[in-house]
Every structure is written in structure tokens, then in C-alpha cells.
């Protein structure tokens, strides 16, 4: 495949542009579409982790795996730039890890 040139991008808001928060993401995935679903954590109760989603963004496959690219390369030069991500120990491996003992 040649190499192609890529093409300018003027890019403009429309009027209805919103902004939103998200530390919570789902993802579904079908044949024809990679579904993300955005939302925030609100609180736990009875156990439960209780979730307000407010955006769903739809992008085919191909789409999607560009994303990923341009995602991680992103996330690379943030880490140059300003240090590693430490990203928190799951519950489950925290309980691992902690009921070890020093051999």
C-alpha cells in the first residue's frame, strides 16, 4: 500500500460541542462497531458502585485501532514529558500480594 499524504484538517466546534468528565469507560464490541460508553463515578452503596454514563461514542474497527494508536502514542510523550503513570494496584492483586509471606 503507498504511503499516503495526509490531508490538512481544518477543525471547527459545532454549536452543540459539550465537554464532559469520565473516569469510567465501557467498551462493547461487534463485528461492524466498537461501542465506548463514558460516564463518572458517583458513589457506593450496599457494595455496589453506582455509575452516572452521559456520552456513547459508536466508530467502526478500523477507526477504533487508529485511536488506539494515536492513543498510546499520546500517552508515551505525556510520560516523556511529565514522568510514568502509576497506575493503582487492583483490590484483588493487593490482597495477593499482601497475604505473601517473605520467603
Do not use: C
Amino acid at each position: 500500500m503507498p504511503d499516503q499524504v495526509p490531508v490538512p484538517q481544518q477543525i471547527t466546534k459545532t454549536s452543540d460541542f459539550k465537554s464532559a468528565y469520565s473516569n469510567n469507560a465501557q467498551i462493547t464490541v461487534t463485528p461492524w462497531d466498537v461501542v465506548f460508553v463514558f460516564g463518572e463515578n458517583q458513589t457506593v452503596r450496599d457494595n455496589i458502585l453506582h455509575v452516572d454514563i452521559h456520552t456513547r461514542v459508536v466508530m467502526s474497527p478500523q477507526h477504533a485501532k487508529v485511536f488506539s494508536k494515536v492513543l498510546s502514542d499520546n500517552i508515551a510523550m505525556y510520560e516523556e514529558k511529565f514522568g510514568t503513570i502509576m497506575l493503582p494496584t487492583p483490590p484483588d492483586q493487593r490482597t495477593q500480594t499482601e497475604n505473601k509471606k517473605p520467603s
